[in-house]
């Protein structure tokens, strides 16, 4: 991981027609996710001889790209997803940055990218939050999302790492990530695959994404909320869905999640719920499991709640199951009530309702 270093100083140039408030206030009424963003922007530029420099807010818009930067050939780009919180006490917070700038520099180390200093990477995020803390939604449970990303700029046709890069941190109001509005999702089991072992898998680069479009929108068609990753090898040990990890409530109180190992992204939510539940004395397994030892548990009632986790959609119940073969229901096909207990939980730290054990809350406003 990148040392921590000087931070520069961020140059400001505020927007000069900034979404007006009557209009900013509609779409915080009623954000959805990922469609409207705010006025600024963070950018900050590498290059192999001046190193990371040039750190600024701009006014939100369009990147000048040559048309033979090397991300539009080579996909060099990784990006991080987290969240900015409302706490109790009126202040603004992230949630566990430290953590998403030691992830990104994982990332850019498997994409051949400089790593990024992780307070300068905490800066970046604080810088944007600070420019547009007044796209905060008014609807339950809303926040700002963040979408630290970066990608090789240097003009070249050729296969090697580029020179120079740029880092980006752009945000948007979110409301809920799921537009279903049932109790649990459902989910597709795919014949395709996400990553194999020695891939990018465990990296949160755009392309592994890309990939998982075709299976996802097949689980769209098929009336699914998310698609399901199996291993590449055995096509047989459940690994995760198209953007989450996943958790597996045994009847005897146990939970089991899959172990990483190079395929699966390690989430940050993830890492938080398997701390929280070992804090509540819970027993947490990171343990190879079959879709076809799933099925069994859950007709036989060993399994009793499947939860999903990640930044967007915080934690979210798995109701239903299905593949080629037929399909299944875990529990009651609702919310249980452990997947619900947890989701409180991490969800009352990071709007600081609750005490923080770990210190991950980060205040930054």
Same mark, same amino acid.
């Given at each position: ?8 100083? #961020? ?6 027609? @900034?979404?007006? &408030? ?22 900050v530029d590498y290059d192999a ?9 701009? +006014? ?18 990784? #990006? ?16 566990? @940055? ?49 979408? @630290? ?29 799921f537009k279903s509005g049932a ?16 891939g990018t898998g465990e990296a ?15 689980? #769209? ?26 958790? #597996? ?16 992204? @390690? ?7 398997? &701390? ?25 009632? &060993? ?53 923080? +054990? ?8």
């Amino acid at each position: 991981m990148a040392a921590s270093a000087h931070i520069p100083e #961020f140059a400001r140039t505020p927007h000069p027609a @900034p979404c007006p &408030a009557d209009a900013r206030a509609a779409i915080l009424a009623n954000p959805g996710f990922g469609t409207t963003f705010t006025d600024h922007m963070v950018e900050v530029d590498y290059d192999a001889d001046r190193g990371w420099h040039s750190a600024r807010v701009v +006014p939100y818009g369009p990147i000048a790209l040559d048309p033979a930067a090397a991300v539009l050939h080579y996909a060099q780009e990784i #990006f991080e997803g987290m969240k900015a919180y409302r706490l109790a006490d009126g202040g603004i917070a992230l949630f566990r @940055p430290y953590a998403n700038a030691a992830r990104f520099n994982a990332s850019a180390q498997r994409l051949a990218m400089p790593e990024l200093p992780q307070d300068l990477f905490v800066e970046a995020v604080r810088q944007q939050v600070a420019a547009d803390s007044a796209w905060f939604p008014t609807v339950e449970g809303g926040s700002i999302y963040l979408r @630290p990303f970066m990608f090789a700029s240097e003009a070249f046709l050729g296969v090697r790492p580029s020179r120079s890069y740029k880092f980006m941190v752009i945000a948007s109001p979110a409301g809920n990530y799921f537009k279903s509005g049932a109790p649990a999702v459902s989910i597709w089991v795919s014949q395709y695959t996400r990553a194999a072992p020695g891939g990018t898998g465990e990296a949160k680069c755009g392309g592994n994404y890309a990939a998982s479009l075709v299976p996802t929108a097949e689980a #769209f068609a098929r009336g699914h909320d998310q698609v399901l990753f199996l291993d590449a090898a055995e096509h047989r040990w459940v690994e995760e869905l198209g953007g989450m990890n996943l958790f #597996f409530v045994m009847a005897d109180g146990a939970i089991v999640t899959p172990p990483l190992g190079g395929t699966i992204l @390690p989430g940050i939510t993830r890492d938080s719920l398997i &701390a929280l539940a070992r804090d509540e004395g819970l027993t947490v397994r990171e343990d190879r499991y079959a879709l076809d030892q799933w099925r069994a548990d859950a007709a036989s009632g &060993a399994l009793i709640e499947t939860f999903a986790c990640g930044t967007a959609a915080v934690v979210t119940p798995v109701g239903k199951v299905a593949d080629a073969s037929g399909e299944f229901v875990i529990g009651s096909g609702g919310p249980g009530q452990l997947t619900q207990k947890l989701r409180q939980r991490l969800v009352s730290i990071q709007r600081g309702e609750a005490a923080d +054990p770990h210190g991950w809350v980060h205040r930054v406003a």
